[in-house]
């Protein structure tokens, strides 16, 4: 390797990045596994708190039960935490955006979101790496402090603040609520750093540390609507594209290149298959097609199984809906039919389109064989009654 | 964030001054609004519209027992491009009604809409038994629907909608589970099941 | 990466103190006597959610482990005591043996609770009930009294927030420029649910001065004012 060209780099990005400095060859846990506050009054809250936060988010109705899924996260985290694997808890909760939390005592928080915009389980792991090391790294007791002090030691200015915000009724955020608040640009870029180590040392792909980032902008490259608000976010979070940017690099001077041949991943094409219409009708629900169609494009390419992923594309142009969309759904149907695993949907949904086109005769054949294939179908009614007219 | 956010400025209202904000009396009988009609059971109050800011104009909000417990929305005259509801976030991104849609792309329309009136990441929505239904002359369709939303009571609901002029017209009821769906779902699903077009009078029609 | 997210509980601490400027009574009571099939009405009492905090300057509240857990102490001890001198066996179930109903009905008892804040008490009325208390659970509650071998079953919410001296000198300069801060408070409700038909029977508000749950002898204080007026089985009255 290089010597000189970390150097290099991290002049460079001294002056882009004020975080970065050759502490990134020192970043080490500072906690050992195992750890629970003893002493700090401040800690000890928070740890109470976020353990009642835990107990009521057991509860949560969004939360999936799915042993699989579960397992398979388990499995990642356990692999990547070593010694620290016993010290977290993971939480897979319905939200079709991409997420991953730590709180203060070790609960973690992934989002389904995430599970469908992975390229591979070492994307996973990179997202979950970096998310253990908030935890070792103490981020959350860290940020609590900063604002209390900053707001503690604030201006006449700072005060008025205080009062628009609401924190002066003394009932504003909780320290619940503030525990899973944003890390600051620094600690994000400790956990990265921290983060692409666990991974490396884990036997998981370094280079999915920015891989992840990559598809996040290409995501967002792709949607029609985009994420308002990029003033918050971007103050917290390093900007994608920079942290993309030195990510690669340091991975490519630390770790050498990446692969040249990149292997399809079987474990998350196991859990993508298994799992496809939980994951996927929640993204539609979104209303985001640009999105939802890069997703597709990508869950094609890993090799999703063919004829879930057609019936997607099916439901994305139907419900789009622009000039040309509706042959395009047409074929997708058809073609999701063609490979033989179309869910049953498809028979109904192409029904509706030729019943649109006044195409009456297809329209029936369709719809009396989705009352063949599921004959439980809730819509019977509805069915029947087209069938009849 | 509409729903939780709708809750907050509500409380808010009720800080800055004690002022008494008017739940109205719903009478029973026929009730016009914007060009539709319903039969109005006993027992409704409407929401005045500082609590219900992402509704329409023309729409309503009843309720027995308080929208944390029971509500049923009322949407009428949906014209071709809009949205049921209204959000100051431009990156909601709502689906918006088409005056071609068939059944099951109205119940998609409200699926999606409704997991955005309570947060995006906060709520699951699933809706079934999608089946005919007449409203007055027009065919339209009534379905059932399931609600998870976080730091909630589950929901069950029931809704209606027809298109009439090239307009939606939809009518919206959901019940805490457990008790408050069970108590008033037969009474929503009347009020719904009795709505129709009216002339255009938006004038209360007294029994 | 984050998530920011509001739990509900915080607009229900935020309802009771905007009520507290507002509020006309703060106190419901629906029946006379608890009755029970048993020798002494049975109540079960559900997970209090009783929490102190710090209030420091900043605001932000700091949730308190040694104030909370004593509060907790000197409340279910208080709550012992104070259940017998009312003629009441009371059973208490605790937060890790909650069965998923029960979690169903305390989410509904928390919208429920919240619904007659707003809508009962506060300036939220619903003219369709013209004054008329009649919030219920449901009579499905029923199964959990079976479980329990309860007639009734008690919620409370509580909470405290103690003003640090830093917080107190906020209060003064912010008052210098006009301007308002909250130097503590303490507030919240208990409500008492009749399990067979799963009626609200009774209701009560408290805010400020409600009692000093830290020490032994400021629980007793503060349970006799959370429970004020509660039903008895001897009928409504101080208890002994």
Same mark, same amino acid.
Not at chain 1, 261 to 282: C, F, G, I, K, T
Not at chain 3, 74 to 96: E, K, P, R, V
């Given at each position: 390797?290089?010597?000189?060209?970390?150097?290099?780099?991290?002049?460079?990005?001294?002056?882009?990045?004020?975080?970065?400095?050759?502490?990134?060859?020192?970043?080490?846990?500072?906690?050992?596994?195992?750890?629970?506050?003893?002493?700090?009054?401040?800690?000890?809250?928070?740890?109470?708190?976020?353990?009642?936060?835990?107990?009521?988010?057991?509860?949560?109705?969004?939360?999936?039960?799915?042993?699989?899924?579960?397992?398979?996260?388990?499995?990642?985290?356990?692999?990547?935490?070593?010694?620290?694997?016993?010290?977290?808890?993971?939480?897979?909760?319905?939200?079709?955006?991409?997420?991953?939390?730590?709180?203060?005592?070790?609960?973690?928080?992934?989002?389904?979101?995430?599970?469908?915009?992975?390229?591979?389980?070492?994307?996973?792991?990179?997202?979950?790496?970096?998310?253990?090391?908030?935890?070792?790294?103490?981020?959350?007791?860290?940020?609590?402090?900063?604002?209390?002090?900053?707001?503690?030691?604030?201006?006449?200015?700072?005060?008025?603040?205080?009062?628009?915000?609401?924190?002066?009724?003394?009932?504003?955020?909780?320290?619940?609520?503030?525990?899973?608040?944003?890390?600051?640009?620094?600690?994000?870029?400790?956990?990265?750093?921290?983060?692409?180590?666990?991974?490396?040392?884990?036997?998981?792909?370094?280079?999915?540390?920015?891989?992840?980032?990559?598809?996040?902008?290409?995501?967002?490259?792709?949607?029609?609507?985009?994420?308002?608000?990029?003033?918050?976010?971007?103050?917290?979070?390093?900007?994608?594209?920079?942290?993309?940017?030195?990510?690669?690099?340091?991975?490519?001077?630390?770790?050498?290149?990446?692969?040249?041949?990149?292997?399809?991943?079987?474990?998350?094409?196991?859990?993508?298959?298994?799992?496809?219409?939980?994951?996927?009708?929640?993204?539609?629900?979104?209303?985001?097609?640009?999105?939802?169609?890069?997703?597709?494009?990508?869950?094609?390419?890993?090799?999703?199984?063919?004829?879930?992923?057609?019936?997607?594309?099916?439901?994305?142009?139907?419900?789009?809906?622009?000039?040309?969309?509706?042959?395009?759904?047409?074929?997708?149907?058809?073609?999701?039919?063609?490979?033989?695993?179309?869910?049953?949907?498809?028979?109904?949904?192409?029904?509706?389109?030729?019943?649109?086109?006044?195409?009456?005769?297809?329209?029936?054949?369709?719809?009396?064989?989705?009352?063949?294939?599921?004959?439980?179908?809730?819509?019977?009614?509805?069915?029947?009654?087209?069938?009849?007219? | 964030? !509409?729903?939780?956010?709708?809750?907050? !400025?509500?409380?808010?209202?009720?800080?800055?001054?004690?002022?008494?904000?008017?739940?109205?009396?719903?009478?029973?009988?026929?009730?016009?609004?914007?060009?539709?009609?319903?039969?109005?059971?006993?027992?409704?109050?409407?929401?005045?519209?500082?609590? /219900?800011?992402?509704?329409?104009?023309?729409?309503?909000?009843?309720?027995?027992?308080?929208?944390?417990?029971?509500?049923? !929305?009322? !949407?009428?005259?949906?014209?071709?491009?809009?949205?049921?509801?209204?959000?100051?976030?431009?990156?909601?991104?709502?689906?918006?009604?088409?005056?071609?849609?068939?059944?099951?792309?109205?119940?998609?329309?409200?699926?999606?809409?409704?997991?955005?009136?309570?947060?995006?990441?906060? +709520?699951?929505?699933?809706?079934?038994?999608?089946?005919?239904?007449?409203?007055?002359?027009?065919?339209?369709?009534?379905?059932?629907?399931?609600?998870?939303?976080?730091?909630?009571?589950?929901?069950?609901?029931?809704?209606?909608?027809?298109?009439?002029?090239?307009?939606?017209?939809?009518?919206?009821?959901?019940? +805490?589970?457990?008790?408050?769906?069970?108590?008033?779902?037969?009474? +929503?699903?009347?009020?719904?099941?009795?709505? /129709?077009?009216?002339?255009?009078?938006?004038?209360?029609?007294?029994? | 990466?984050?998530?920011?997210?509001?739990?509900?509980?915080?607009?229900?601490?935020?309802?009771?103190?905007?009520?507290?400027?507002?509020?006309?009574?703060?106190?419901?009571?629906?029946?006379?006597?608890?009755?029970?099939?048993?020798?002494?009405?049975?109540?079960?009492?559900?997970?209090?959610?009783?929490?102190?905090?710090?209030?420091?300057?900043?605001?932000?509240?700091?949730?308190?482990?040694?104030?909370?857990?004593?509060?907790?102490? #000197?409340?279910?001890?208080?709550?012992?005591?104070?259940?017998?001198?009312?003629?009441?066996?009371?059973?208490?179930?605790?937060?890790?043996?909650?069965?998923?109903?029960?979690?169903?009905?305390?989410?509904?008892?928390? *919208?429920?609770?919240?619904?007659?804040?707003?809508?009962?008490?506060?300036?939220?009325?619903?003219?369709?009930?013209?004054?008329?208390?009649?919030?219920?659970?449901?009579?499905?509650?029923?199964?959990?009294?079976?479980?329990?071998?309860?007639?009734?079953?008690?919620?409370?919410?509580?909470?405290?927030?103690? *003003?640090?001296?830093?917080?107190?000198?906020?209060?003064?300069?912010?008052?210098?420029?006009?301007?308002?801060?909250?130097?503590?408070?303490?507030?919240?409700? *208990?409500?008492?649910?009749?399990?067979?038909?799963?009626?609200?029977?009774?209701?009560?508000?408290? #805010?400020?001065?409600?009692?000093?749950?830290?020490?032994?002898?400021?629980?007793?204080?503060?349970?006799?004012?959370?429970?004020?007026?509660?039903?008895?089985?001897?009928?409504?009255?101080?208890?002994?």
């Amino acid at each position: 390797m290089n010597q000189t060209r970390p150097v290099v780099l991290l002049a460079c990005l001294v002056a882009c990045w004020p975080a970065f400095s050759a502490e990134e060859e020192t970043l080490d846990h500072r906690i050992p596994p195992g750890y629970e506050p003893v002493q700090e009054k401040d800690e000890l809250g928070l740890w109470m708190e976020m353990r009642e936060y835990e107990q009521a988010l057991k509860q949560s109705a969004l939360l999936v039960r799915d042993e699989d899924l579960n397992g398979y996260l388990q499995e990642i985290l356990c692999r990547v935490a070593a010694a620290y694997c016993k010290d977290f808890r993971v939480y897979l909760i319905r939200n079709p955006n991409f997420n991953a939390s730590m709180t203060a005592t070790g609960m973690m928080q992934v989002w389904t979101g995430l599970i469908v915009r992975a390229n591979s389980t070492d994307e996973i792991a990179a997202v979950i790496g970096h998310e253990i090391s908030h935890y070792t790294l103490l981020h959350s007791l860290a940020t609590l402090r900063a604002l209390k002090k900053k707001l503690a030691t604030g201006t006449f200015v700072d005060i008025a603040l205080i009062l628009a915000t609401g924190y002066g009724t003394g009932l504003g955020q909780t320290m619940a609520a503030l525990s899973v608040m944003s890390f600051s640009r620094d600690q994000e870029t400790e956990a990265d750093l921290l983060g692409m180590r666990l991974l490396a040392e884990a036997a998981y792909d370094p280079h999915a540390s920015y891989g992840i980032w990559e598809k996040i902008i290409a995501e967002e490259e792709a949607a029609e609507v985009k994420r308002e608000d990029p003033g918050a976010f971007g103050k917290t979070h390093p900007d994608a594209k920079l942290r993309a940017a030195y990510l690669k690099e340091l991975v490519t001077a630390r770790y050498g290149p990446p692969d040249a041949e990149a292997v399809a991943d079987q474990r998350l094409l196991s859990v993508l298959n298994n799992h496809y219409m939980l994951l996927m009708e929640d993204q539609l629900d979104t209303n985001r097609y640009g999105r939802t169609k890069e997703l597709l494009e990508r869950h094609a390419a890993l090799g999703v199984e063919p004829s879930l992923v057609r019936y997607f594309y099916g439901e994305m142009f139907r419900q789009r809906g622009k000039d040309g969309d509706r042959d395009l759904a047409k074929s997708a149907y058809l073609h999701s039919i063609e490979g033989g695993r179309a869910p049953a949907k498809s028979y109904s949904n192409l029904g509706y389109l030729y019943l649109k086109e006044g195409d009456i005769e297809n329209a029936r054949t369709y719809f009396a064989e989705y009352l063949e294939i599921d004959p439980d179908a809730s819509d019977r009614e509805m069915i029947e009654f087209y069938l009849e007219d | 964030m !509409i729903y939780r956010i709708s809750m907050l !400025i509500a409380l808010a209202a009720v800080a800055s001054g004690c002022v008494s904000t008017s739940y109205t009396l719903v009478a029973p009988g026929a009730t016009a609004l914007e060009g539709m009609q319903v039969n109005a059971t006993s027992g409704w109050n409407q929401a005045p519209p500082m609590h /219900t800011p992402s509704m329409r104009k023309g729409a309503a909000l009843w309720t027995h027992d308080g929208p944390l417990l029971d509500q049923l !929305i009322i !949407i009428p005259g949906v014209a071709d491009g809009e949205p049921l509801m209204n959000s100051r976030d431009k990156s909601a991104a709502l689906p918006l009604f088409k005056k071609d849609m068939l059944p099951n792309e109205i119940e998609e329309l409200t699926e999606s809409t409704f997991v955005k009136y309570f947060g995006e990441g906060n +709520a699951a929505v699933t809706t079934k038994n999608l089946r005919p239904q007449r409203f007055g002359e027009y065919r339209g369709v009534m379905f059932d629907v399931d609600a998870t939303v976080s730091d909630n009571p589950d929901y069950r609901g029931t809704a209606g909608a027809f298109v009439a002029n090239d307009k939606l017209y939809m009518m919206f009821f959901l019940g +805490a589970v457990p008790h408050y769906y069970d108590k008033h779902s037969a009474a +929503a699903t009347s009020v719904i099941q009795s709505a /129709t077009l009216t002339g255009g009078s938006n004038v209360p029609v007294s029994n | 990466m984050n998530i920011t997210r509001f739990l509900r509980l915080p607009t229900l601490s935020l309802t009771i103190v905007l009520l507290s400027g507002c509020v006309m009574s703060s106190n419901v009571q629906q029946i006379d006597r608890l009755e029970s099939v048993g020798e002494n009405p049975r109540i079960v009492m559900m997970p209090p959610d009783v929490k102190y905090y710090l209030l420091t300057a900043s605001g932000v509240p700091e949730p308190n482990v040694e104030w909370t857990t004593a509060a907790r102490e #000197n409340f279910h001890a208080a709550m012992t005591d104070y259940a017998a001198s009312i003629g009441t066996d009371l059973s208490f179930i605790s937060t890790d043996s909650l069965s998923e109903n029960e979690i169903r009905y305390e989410s509904l008892h928390s *919208a429920v609770g919240s619904s007659l804040l707003n809508h009962h008490f506060g300036m939220m009325k619903l003219p369709s009930k013209n004054g008329k208390f009649d919030w219920s659970l449901g009579p499905e509650i029923a199964s959990i009294g079976e479980n329990h071998e309860a007639d009734y079953a008690l919620f409370v919410y509580y909470r405290d927030y103690q *003003a640090s001296g830093g917080r107190v000198a906020l209060a003064v300069l912010a008052a210098a420029v006009g301007g308002a801060v909250a130097t503590g408070s303490e507030h919240g409700f *208990a409500s008492l649910v009749d399990l067979k038909t799963g009626d609200i029977v009774w209701f009560n508000v408290v #805010n400020a001065g409600a009692g000093e749950l830290r020490n032994k002898d400021g629980a007793v204080t503060a349970v006799r004012a959370l429970f004020k007026d509660i039903p008895t089985a001897r009928g409504s009255g101080e208890p002994q």
